[in-house]
């Protein structure tokens, strides 16, 4: 697939490269990766900037345990590996793709160069990083000023859209989460006996499904879910 396809395939691609002139677009290419490819194994010599078409990524860290743990993930119109100024990002983390994954590359010394000369580009592309991590900074704050049984709940809420951004807007139908017990238990600071406790709960009440030991949640039971915890949260 070429940036131009991709352009015509995607309608918010286009809104976020519109500005680009032809000489700039045909430096950006578009790239298929397997499930657990790196997409970034040295954030601080990074060369480009990727804008994910479709699949989901993970940023992972380790602890200072030595346990390798999931910081944050992206997905379908997401930008990640944005860097506007030479060496704003030394950290030590790795990215990875969780999924299937289709994004396109920017340069990354190009995106340098397109900040503050084309507006519309400068302020698509930071509008989109900032919700992606606000959006985690509140599920965090969420999640860490609720009981369990809330917290999972918006957990669940906010990894069904999470998901559900890569299928088509019609589709209805369930959607899997991909987080392992263990992820969950991380993320909310409990122990994966308790994340066990609380899914059986969810599952007994409706709000999700599970398969094969696969977690499941569909239109209907993330907006029950909403429901549920605002009523609860009262």
């Given at each position: 697939?070429?940036?131009?396809?991709?352009i015509?395939?995607?309608?918010w691609?286009?809104?976020?490269?519109?500005?680009?002139?032809?000489?700039?677009?045909?430096?950006?290419?578009?790239?298929?990766?397997?499930?657990n490819?790196?997409?970034?194994?040295?954030?601080?010599?990074?060369?480009?900037?990727?804008?994910?078409?479709?699949?989901?990524?993970?940023?992972?860290?380790?602890?200072?345990?030595?346990?390798?743990?999931?910081?944050?993930?992206?997905?379908?119109?997401?930008?990640?590996?944005?860097?506007?100024?030479?060496?704003?990002?030394?950290?030590?983390?790795?990215?990875?793709?969780?999924?299937?994954?289709?994004?396109?590359?920017?340069?990354?010394?190009?995106?340098?160069?397109?900040?503050?000369?084309?507006?519309?580009?400068?302020?698509?592309?930071?509008?989109?990083?900032?919700?992606?991590?606000?959006d985690?900074?509140?599920?965090?704050?969420?999640?860490?000023?609720?009981?369990?049984?809330?917290?999972?709940?918006?957990?669940?809420?906010?990894n069904?859209?999470?998901?559900?951004?890569?299928?088509?807007?019609?589709?209805?139908?369930?959607?899997?989460?991909?987080?392992?017990?263990?992820?969950?238990?991380?993320?909310?600071?409990?122990?994966?006996?308790?994340?066990?406790?609380?899914?059986?709960?969810?599952?007994?009440?409706?709000?999700?499904?599970?398969?094969?030991?696969?977690?499941?949640?569909?239109?209907?039971?993330?907006?029950?879910?909403?429901?549920?915890?605002?009523?609860?949260?009262?």
């Open positions: 697939m070429t940036v131009q396809d991709a015509s395939r995607y309608p691609l286009h809104e976020i490269l519109h500005e680009l002139p032809d000489d700039a677009l045909s430096q950006i290419i578009v790239r298929n990766y397997r499930p490819e790196t997409l970034i194994a040295d954030c601080y010599n990074n060369p480009y900037t990727f804008i994910i078409l479709k699949g989901v990524c993970c940023t992972y860290q380790i602890s200072e345990a030595g346990n390798q743990f999931v910081l944050r993930k992206a997905t379908c119109g997401d930008v990640v590996g944005l860097s506007i100024y030479p060496g704003s990002c030394e950290f030590d983390s790795v990215i990875r793709t969780k999924t299937d994954l289709c994004a396109v590359l920017l340069p990354k010394a190009l995106v340098q160069l397109w900040f503050g000369k084309y507006p519309a580009f400068s302020s698509i592309v930071s509008q989109r990083v900032i919700a992606r991590l606000h985690l900074v509140n599920l965090l704050s969420v999640c860490n000023n609720s009981p369990s049984y809330l917290a999972i709940m918006a957990y669940m809420e906010y069904y859209r999470f998901y559900a951004r890569s299928s088509p807007e019609s589709y209805t139908g369930p959607i899997e989460i991909l987080e392992s017990r263990q992820n969950i238990a991380d993320f909310l600071g409990v122990d994966t006996r308790s994340v066990y406790r609380l899914l059986k709960k969810l599952t007994e009440e409706g709000l999700i499904s599970v398969s094969n030991r696969r977690l499941y949640i569909d239109k209907q039971q993330c907006e029950h879910l909403h429901q549920v915890r605002y009523c609860e949260s009262l």
